[in-house]
């Protein structure tokens, strides 16, 4: 704070200064306001002096300089009481209030303005919908409250006719979810009559100056405030002119746009609209009194009766009952009968000036609840979100002296009282008393206590209300007077009450009119006429009746008790002061419950300029605020206090003896260890239950320290909390598991007790076990079944082959391993016929040439040496011209031959078998398979090529895919131009490849090859010879027919 701070700008807190006298006050005072310094602390109050001047103090970067501070770390500024009360409203859930007092004009609205604008700024970082609705109403509720409850006074140019309790509801993030609104005692007098320079609210000037011609012209109204009796005082008067903004046309729209932006439906601002003007038209209605004569009676009647008219269809009520409510009433006799009485002028006068001051009056506690309902915490569940802190701003009317003051001057200041005992109790009185019950040592500071003023007024029976309101309440002609005299007779001896009759003497007061309180801030004297008539608040039924009766539902819900019968005896209805005295101490009782910080407010002249401090003005009102006894108090006492337990409970964890818990004797023992290892010893005192801490340095110290220490015990908690989650979570996961290992036992048990039982009939011959259906297995079973499934097939294959006779082995072999290289990949491969081989050599096969056959294979025998003919059969033979021929196929253990049947079965080719080098086979009907050899391929076709395949791979060639991008045979595969997919033979002995099931190139010939599908290029658009000639080939020679059967 020194830094920014100089000497030359003096003490930023009076607490600081060398002497405590009124002079040292003063002279720091206007050090500092000359300064442009105008707040400066007492402890923790704040004295604010008006400087009735723009000051570059406030905005978002002063209030960021502010946000989350102490105290005393920046000057002082309202920015840093708001966050003072908003840090202890937050961190420590405590409800706080604001209590701003001062004199009219000295700024106490502008404060509260400025409190409500920074904790709008520091809330709801994370732009909450709600949390910014509630905001924006909180921000605007004050410029329409302005407009219906502030007025120029010659003291005020925008004073609050009205005192304002702002409720700011909080939830635990500390964000704003709502907020109520008190008012207090409008001075709706106000209404019909302003003192010279005065106006009238603010509300029917900005109507008539602000709304545009169609909609006056609707309200039959004229722009000229003079034409109406109610504003023709304050028509030549403006709003205060801060800016051009602040013109009445300018506040007109900003107060229509701000109940749009609450919540007031467009009706509902119409309806306040055509109130306003019914009062303005309700003023200028006069009386005549009429003689009898002709057709008239003698009686009363209104002098313009188009006002009437305007007022019926402003309030939406029937024109003759306005017109019979102002001219007469109506009264219960004795039973249950009716009686009209004619007013006289004067009466119907009282009457209409009643009435327009209670419509006013009930249109501006309208207001507040309307904005009440908008503003009101929507669904909130205390055991849900827990429980709401609450931040009070009080701008209550400040001390009021006039030339002439009446009932309200009464009331207003009998509140600035009360406000000063709460100030006393919690500052002055309170504190004084705790230093003694704790036994800390204290000299007395003596400061006047205004109980006995307070109680003059509130006393039961005795006091001046009481006193009022027993004169309301007498039949008969109790006069003002009469009340004076009882006041007289109750006060003689009181030293703050006098009037002319108790000091002749004194002839600032009149004989019969006047009575004067000593206030603690002044003498103020009161004249007594009108104070029954006005504690009273008397309005006839009638009004409330047809108030009530009003179509325009708005009007009508103001009025709930015109509901009543007029012949219903009811209570009679609280007086005006009774009714204030009793909310005065609600609002006491509600701002003692808080913790409170306190905003004075000085006003430094009475000409409202900038720059000018009138000392004399400001001395008293330092004097009757208190504030020097305040320094005194302060000086002598302790910035803060707290209970030992709440200070471990803040601070034990900057101390290695008190954190976690201390071990020591008691707490007291335990906070002095603590303060020692600070080295804070010297700034406190120990009482007998609590700590005082004398300075905020000290306090700002710990604070810090434990700020230091804070993220690391969240960090702790963390762990700690992250641990316990963790450790729930792994006993729920240990409890899932064994439930799950469980059920998975019993599921494998019972799969497996499914499966003996299954089967058990697997042994009987011919089809071991074949028809039986494997149940299906837990997933943690399946491998298992997999190995039992082969395990099954290999036992039963075992069951199968052991009956098979050695001769049929061979065959077997050849089948399985033809098996092993086209299953899947070929459609027919002549599995379920007998293999013959050697179908040439059979005369059965071959009956016409198979001698010829047995002759040539001889010959080839003695030349080639080969052991034993693995096949033979007659194929088709394709030449690269497509020309297709007969042949013969003979493939020995050596060698693979293709033979000439017409030519004796000669030679034509001869390849050994390691010249093989794959085989292009199709899956469809065809038979067509392709020979790959060294030196050229033979493309041919023969029923029985899974046979020949078969013996091929069993002389040991294992198989492999040449590729593994399927592609069809096309013809020039056939033709040998290129190499197709195939199927590859791999040298013998070398580990064979097995194909894998399912894939393979040759699984795309899924059809039988016929014209048009023979795959890619030329030939599928023209069906070749070759094509042609391999499908019309039908085993010409019969020779393979039989072996076409199943076996057996
Ligand atoms: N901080 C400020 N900066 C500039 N001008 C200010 C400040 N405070 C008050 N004023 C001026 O003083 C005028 C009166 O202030 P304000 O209305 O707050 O007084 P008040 O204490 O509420 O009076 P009342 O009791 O009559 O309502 C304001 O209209 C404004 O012109
Ligand atoms: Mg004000």
Redesign the pocket.
């Given at each position: 704070m020194e830094d920014e701070e100089g000497p030359e700008c003096g003490k930023p807190d009076f607490v600081l200064l060398d002497q405590v006298t009124m002079e040292d006050f003063m002279r720091n005072l206007q050090l500092r306001f000359e300064k442009g310094r105008?707040y400066t602390y007492i402890g923790e109050v704040l004295v604010s002096v008006?400087?009735?001047?723009?000051?570059p103090l406030y905005g978002p970067e002063a209030i960021a300089r502010y946000q989350g501070r102490e105290l005393y770390e920046r000057p002082p500024h309202l920015y840093a009481v708001a966050n003072a009360t908003y840090k202890a409203m937050k961190h420590r859930s405590r409800d706080t209030c604001i209590v701003i007092s001062?004199?009219?004009?000295?700024?106490?609205?502008?404060?509260s303005k400025?409190i409500m604008q920074y904790i709008a700024a520091v809330t709801n970082p994370s732009q909450r919908a709600e949390v910014e609705r509630v905001k924006d109403v909180l921000l605007k509720s004050t410029c329409v409250l302005e407009a219906f409850g502030n007025a120029r006074?010659n003291?005020?140019?925008?004073?609050?006719r009205f005192g304002k309790y702002m409720d700011i509801n909080f939830d635990f993030k500390g964000d704003p979810i709502g907020g109520h609104i008190h008012s207090y005692l409008l001075e709706k007098s106000r209404v019909l009559k302003q003192h010279v320079g005065e106006r009238n609210f603010h509300a029917f000037y900005q109507l008539l100056r602000g709304s545009e011609d169609k909609q006056l012209h609707k309200l039959h109204l004229e722009r000229n405030p003079a034409v109406y009796n109610f504003t023709r005082q304050g028509a030549g008067l403006n709003m205060?002119v801060?800016s051009a903004l602040d013109s009445d046309e300018q506040s007109h729209q900003a107060v229509t746009e701000a109940m749009r932006v609450i919540g007031f439906s467009p009706e509902e601002v119409e309806s306040v609209h055509r109130i306003l003007a019914a009062i303005l038209h309700l003023g200028n209605i006069e009386f005549v009194e009429t003689e009898e004569g002709g057709l008239q009676k003698e009686g009363l009647a209104v002098a313009e009766e188009t006002l009437v008219d305007h007022v019926a269809e402003l309030t939406a009520t029937p024109r003759d009952l306005v017109l019979r409510s102002l001219l007469a009433r109506t009264v219960a006799s004795g039973g249950r009968e009716l009686i009209e009485k004619g007013h006289t002028a004067a009466e119907a006068s009282y009457a209409r000036d009643a009435c327009a001051k209670a419509v006013y009056q009930r249109l501006f506690e309208w207001v507040v609840n309307r904005i009440n309902s908008v503003m009101e915490p929507r669904g909130r569940d205390p055991r849900r979100d827990g429980k709401d802190t609450v931040i009070g701003v009080l701008?209550i009317?400040?001390f009021e002296v006039f030339p002439v003051n009446s009932f309200e001057q009464f009331c207003i200041n009998y509140c600035n009282e009360k406000l000063q005992q709460l100030f006393i109790r919690l500052i002055l009185k309170q504190e004084q008393e705790e230093y003694e019950r704790e036994g800390i040592a204290w000299q007395s500071v003596e400061y006047f206590n205004n109980a006995t003023i307070v109680d003059l007024v509130e006393r039961p029976h005795r006091g001046i209300l009481a006193v009022l309101d027993e004169a309301c309440s007498s039949a008969g002609t109790i006069t003002d007077r009469i009340f004076l005299q009882t006041l007289d007779t109750h006060h003689r001896h009181h030293l703050h009450y006098t009037s002319r009759q108790l000091c002749p003497t004194d002839k600032t007061m009149e004989f019969g009119r006047d009575f004067r309180i000593k206030h603690y801030a002044g003498d103020v004297t009161y004249s007594v006429e009108g104070f029954i008539d006005k504690n009273r608040d008397f309005l006839f039924q009638d009004f409330k009746r047809l108030l009530y009766n009003s179509t325009d539902p708005t009007l009508r819900a103001m009025w709930p008790d015109g509901q009543q019968d007029i012949t219903e005896v009811t209570k009679r209805p609280l007086t005006a002061g009774t009714l204030f005295k009793n909310s005065m101490v609600a609002l006491v009782e509600n701002l003692a419950s808080k913790e409170p910080f306190y905003v004075r407010?000085i006003k430094p002249n009475e000409d409202k300029v900038a720059g000018k401090l009138d000392e004399n003005h400001c001395r008293h009102q330092v004097a009757y605020l208190g504030l020097l006894e305040n320094v005194r108090v302060r000086r002598a006492g302790f910035a803060s206090r707290q209970p030992y337990s709440r200070f471990l409970l803040r601070y034990k964890m900057t101390c290695e003896y008190t954190w976690p818990n201390h071990l020591l004797g008691s707490d007291k023992a335990a906070v002095s260890a603590l303060l020692e290892q600070h080295g804070l010893q010297g700034d406190v005192a120990f009482g007998h239950s609590k700590l005082f801490i004398r300075s905020p340095r000290t306090l700002v110290t710990l604070e810090q320290s434990r700020a230091r220490l804070i993220p690391i015990i969240v960090l702790l908690l963390q762990k700690a909390w992250r641990g316990t989650l963790a450790r729930w979570r792994c006993r729920r996961l240990r409890a899932i598991y064994t439930i799950m290992r469980w059920f998975r036992r019993h599921k494998v048990r019972a799969h497996l007790a499914e499966l003996q039982r299954r089967f058990q009939a697997a042994r009987q011959p011919p089809l071991y076990g074949r028809d039986l259906v494997w149940p299906l297995p837990p997933a943690v079973l399946q491998p298992f079944q997999d190995t039992c499934q082969a395990l099954f097939c290999r036992w039963r294959a075992r069951q199968l082959v052991k009956n098979i006779p050695p001769s049929d082995m061979a065959q077997i072999k050849a089948k399985v391993a033809a098996m092993g290289a086209l299953q899947g990949l070929r459609q027919d491969w002549g599995c379920r016929r007998a293999w013959a081989r050697d179908y040439l050599s059979s005369a059965t096969d071959n009956p016409t040439a198979s001698s010829l056959f047995a002759q040539r294979l001889k010959t080839l025998r003695d030349k080639d040496g080969f052991g034993a003919v693995l096949f033979s059969s007659h194929i088709r033979k394709v030449n690269r011209f497509y020309k297709i021929r007969n042949r013969a196929l003979l493939l020995t253990d050596r060698h693979l031959y293709k033979l000439d049947p017409d030519r004796q079965y000669r030679v034509m080719r001869a390849v050994p078998l390691e010249a093989v080098t794959g085989l292009s086979v199709t899956s469809g009907g065809d038979q067509l398979v392709v020979l790959h050899a060294r030196g050229g391929s033979w493309p041919c076709s023969y029923p029985a090529t899974g046979e020949g395949l078969g013996f091929i791979f069993r002389q040991g060639w294992g198989v492999r895919l040449e590729t593994e991008q399927p592609r069809e045979l096309s013809r020039d595969v056939l033709l040998n131009r290129r190499r197709g997919p195939g199927l590859m033979l791999s040298q013998p002995r070398a580990v064979p490849v097995p194909v894998p099931a399912g894939s393979g190139c040759l699984r795309r010939w899924d059809r039988p090859l016929e014209p048009g599908n023979c795959g890619t290029g030329p030939a599928a658009r023209t069906p070749s010879l070759l094509e042609q000639g391999l499908c019309s080939w039908k085993d010409p020679q019969g020779s393979l027919g039989r072996h076409l059967q199943p076996p057996g």
């Open positions: 105008i008006n400087p009735y001047q723009e000051l001062g004199e009219s004009g000295a700024g106490k609205t502008e404060a400025h006074t003291r005020n140019h925008n004073s609050s205060i801060h701008d009317y400040g407010c």
